[in-house]
């Protein structure tokens, strides 16, 4: 039996993550230059778009000839299987800021849940079964345009991943005055961990996720 090989995340800032299988590399939400931070370089085989909003649907940024899945449905690209569920970017049923879709994605056997610019208070019974299970889930934190640090301890208690990335909060270069949003610290503070630092990237196999307790991991922004 041949032997998984690592996945390996690295975080390129805002809500874009590049997750690396033996197979395939992924791409989520690839923001423009409009926010203040640069993408960097990258080539991706499938990319994951969670609205078209130009902060997280830089399509044009991304090199090589990816699959692009912007919608919900399900996907399937060299190995990695993607699944999108419509949810809303507000509180208010998509009235101030329209949908955003959440994906997950199974890899290397195992399960990770980008909850794209999710603004909901709660996940209905049919988000909550989307993403339930989930072994390692992206999270927005940054609040003022999704979810702020203490909605998103509410939703990481109730789906218990058994790791939790933040996402969509305030980094140095990030245009202050587009996105008035708070630093990770505050979501530090109401999750009640200490801070180990922020990692370049996590290295993870099946075999070695955390199973006895969720673990917070920070990344740093590669961009």
């Known amino acids: 039996m041949s032997q998984k090989s690592s996945m390996i995340i690295t975080w390129l800032g805002h809500s874009c993550f ?18 203040g931070i640069r993408l960097p370089k990258v080539t991706a085989d499938l990319v994951l778009v969670s609205h078209d909003h130009s902060d ?51 890899a290397e056997d195992m399960k ?21 299970g989930a072994d390692i889930l992206f ?3 940054g609040g ?6 203490k909605t998103a ?16 909060y305030k ?3 990030l245009d202050a005055k ?7 610290d505050t979501f530090i503070k109401h999750m009640g961990v200490a801070s180990n630092g922020h990692e370049d990237k996590l290295k993870i196999v099946k075999k070695d996720l955390p199973q006895e307790e969720t673990k917070v991991i920070i990344l740093k922004p590669a961009a």
């Open 18 to 35: 590049k997750i690396q299988t033996t197979n395939a590399t992924i791409l989520t939400d690839p923001y423009d230059n409009g926010i």
């Open 144 to 149: 003022h345009y999704t979810i702020d640090a």
């Open 112 to 132: 990770l849940v980008h909850l794209g610019d999710l603004g909901q208070a709660k996940l209905t019974d049919e988000q909550f079964e989307h993403c339930n």
């Open 153 to 168: 301890v509410d939703i990481i208690t109730q789906l218990e991943p058994r790791i939790v990335i933040p996402m969509h």
């Open 139 to 141: 999270i927005p934190v």
């Open 178 to 184: 587009k996105f008035p949003i708070d630093g990770v």
């Open 171 to 173: 980094i140095p270069g």
């Open 56 to 106: 997280h649907s830089n399509i044009a940024g991304v090199s090589g000839t990816p699959y692009v899945a912007s919608s919900p449905g399900e996907y399937e690209v060299r190995g990695v299987f993607a699944q999108g569920l419509s949810a809303f970017h507000d509180n208010t049923n998509g009235s101030e800021c329209g949908a955003t879709t959440i994906f997950r994605i199974e």
